[in-house]
Structure formats: structure tokens, C-alpha cells
């Protein structure tokens, strides 16, 4: 009897273990969901839609760390930036609206400065509770009220200036003309050493090991200049490339050194414990550029066009705690990641303007009924625009030239269909025309008070 009785003691002892158990993974389970997930952006500059390994790239590429985050995130095959150059991307991603819609249409724009009526995604996370950091490119304002500091930032590394940087004189010159080139280190200019790309890494990493900012979630910001002329990379990783074309191979080491920085700051955010619940997007900010033998392939022209090659670009969206590897063949735009992001930690868009860019989760979840977008529009006021519909693209490459591709028939756009589908075209046509006369004056055509 007393055998017995120890035995169903025993028994009785394991039952409520296993249920305390279960109860403490389940609470484990419950209290990760309250977490608010931590933002990561990371902008590439002028990479070409071939120049990721994962993107039916030739061998020669090296990006290990690109394509692990594509492997085990959701790839979007038809991803585009929403401006063919740099400056005005930026502008989209960072508001959730057509960069058109407050005048934002080139890179000179960035000289006058994103409009201060603009709220960022930084602005909107920082009222939340999130630490927010930006390392890189800022481009979006070179004085005091347009700084990363006053848009939402709490940190910042980097500089403020246009497109291109030196990837190794990160000395400030600030009596010369390019003293918009200085190095920022938060309101201060400083002057560092090391290659650019590798600063900014350090930084970012730096970012997520402190202590405050794994105390709460944050936003981190990086927008490398990497891989922008000019063709700077450190000799030992030159040497690691022989395409038979020594600018090309520059070209390749600059890839690899920047996927080297993505690859060391996923690597902190594993360290640091954090990897799982935050949200990475990567995608860059136009096409490759031809100046620095970027490969688009298989999409037809480079940066500066609003033919393929120059919007659609490697785009990649990761959150391991909740999804699994997948690939959306939805077209999305870099607008989208604004609204994205508010929707997946619970905010609601302000609602005094119009937001462009969409919740993309519906299409990566399977749950779209219609597009995402009805349709998609380009346009740097430079009398070259696009819009897409579906399949049907409408391309104006210059001033009264009109041209219609079917990109699930015709990838490369080669096949003019203009005149076998002139309603296609009309229709397209009117839709552009309607799109444009909602957006604001170009800010290049205001006179400055």
C-alpha cells in the first residue's frame, strides 16, 4: 500500500510540474507577444537588382549576409524604391506618402530640405516609447530644422549631405564648399578615420548594445552610402574579385564589405538577444547605377530611369518571431514600409493626410481579394514617368514619348505595345495624368523667400 501511495505521489508531483511548466511557457509565449518588436531599416544606395547574391546573381557576387536574411524572411519579388534616384526615396520611406505630394521630386530637393509639415516614421515610433537611431545618409537637409535631430532622431552618425561621400577622407572641411560632407556625431562634426562602411556598422552595433536601448524597443535607421560613386573599397577585398573589369571588381568589393556591415549587425542583434522580435527591411533606394557597372539584370537601364532597372530593387522583410521564409510576388513600394510598421506594433497613421503606401502583411499573409495598389506611380519632374497597373506598365523615358510593356510577358520591356493596345494606353495614360495633378509643385520650382 505504501508502494502505491508513493507511486501516485510521484505521479501527482509530475502532473502539477508539467502544469506549472506549460503555465510558464504559455506566460513566456504571452509576454514575448506584449513585447513591442524592435524596427530595423536597412537602405542600400544604388544597388543593382543583380548585385545580391540571392537575386539570380552569377557567383562572382558576395553577399552571405543579404542572402541570409533573404533565406529566412519574405522576399518580394517585385519590390520597388519609389523614386529612380536617391534623395526623394528617402522622403517616401520616411513619411509613407508620395515624396510628390509635398514637392520632394529630385535629389537637388535635399538642399531645401524635406517640408517640416512631413512627419516621420521616426517621430511617430519616438511617441511610442521606441529609441530611435539613424547611421548613414541623411540627405533630406542640411540646416538645423531639417538635422536627423529634429525630424525624430535621438542619435545620429553620419552625414548630412548629398549623394555621393568619400568612403575613407572622413576628415571635415568646414570652410569649403563641402562642409555639408562633415561627419556628425549626433549636433557636433567630428572627424573620424576608417572606411565609411564599416563606421557605420559600428555604429548601428554600438546603437543596439545600449543599455537603454535594449531596456526599451528602438528604430534603427541605416542608410548606408554604400554601394555610391565613388569606387572606393579597402585593397584587401579588391583582390578578391578578378571580373576582368578592375572597376567592376571595386564595384564587387564594395558589395561585399557592405553585406559584411549588415552581416555584423545581425550578428549583434543575436547577441544581444533582440534578433527574434525585430522587424528588418532591406531594399535599396533606386537601381544600380551604370557609372559603377552595377547589373540590373534581367531588368532593362540603371539608375536615373524610370524603365525598370532603375525602381525595382532587392527587397527583403524579416520578423523570424513571426513569419517564415516566404517569397510575396505582390509589387510593393517603399512606401509601404511607413505604414507596415505602424500597423504591426499597433499605431494608427496620423489622419490630417493622405498616406500612399499600404499595410503590406495582407499580401504576405495570403489575404489580398484585390491588388495592393491599384497602381503605382514614378515621376522626378524631369519629363520622364511611369505608372503600373497590374502586369501593364506605361513609361515615358522623355518628353512626348509613351511606351506600354507587359511585364508578365516581357520582363526586360523591349516589345513596345503602344499602338496594338491604345485604350490600355489612353486609359494608363489618364490615370497618370489624374495622379499628377494631385501632387504639389515641385519644390525646384518655388522661388525661395
Known sequence: MKQLFKI???????????GFAIFDEHNEIVNKAKVKPNIVIILADDQGNADAGYQRSPSTISTPAIDKLASEGIVFTDGYASAYVCAPTRAGLLTGRYQQRFGFYTAGDSRQGMPLSEITLAEVLK???????IFGKWHLGLTEEYHP??????????????????????????????????IYRNNETITDTGYLTDNLAREACSFIR???NKENPFFLYLPFNAVHWPLQAPEEDIKKFNSGDPDRDIQLAMIHRMDIAVGEV???LKSEGVYENTIIFYFSDNGGAARVKADNLPFRDFKQSVYEGGLRVPFIMSWPLEYEPSVCNEPVISLDIMPTVCALVGIDLPDNRVYDGKNILPAVNGELKEPLHDELFWDGNQNKWAVRQGDWKLVSPKKGVTELYNLSE???????LAIQYPDKTNALKIKYDTWRNEM?????NKKKK
Open 8 to 18: 501516485a505521489l510521484t505521479i501527482s508531483i509530475l502532473i502539477i510540474a508539467l
Open 440 to 444: 504639389a509643385t515641385p519644390m525646384g
Open 127 to 133: 511617441k511610442e516609447g521606441y529609441q530611435t537611431g
Open 149 to 182: 535631430l529634429s525630424r525624430g532622431f535621438d542619435e545620429f552618425y553620419g552625414f548630412l549631405g548629398h549623394g555621393a561621400h568619400d568612403y575613407f577622407d572622413l576628415s571635415c572641411k568646414e570652410n569649403s564648399d563641402d562642409f555639408h560632407q562633415c
Open 266 to 268: 545581425i550578428k549583434t
Open 410 to 416: 516581357d520582363i526586360g520591356e523591349i516589345v513596345n
Open 210 to 212: 545600449n543599455k537603454a
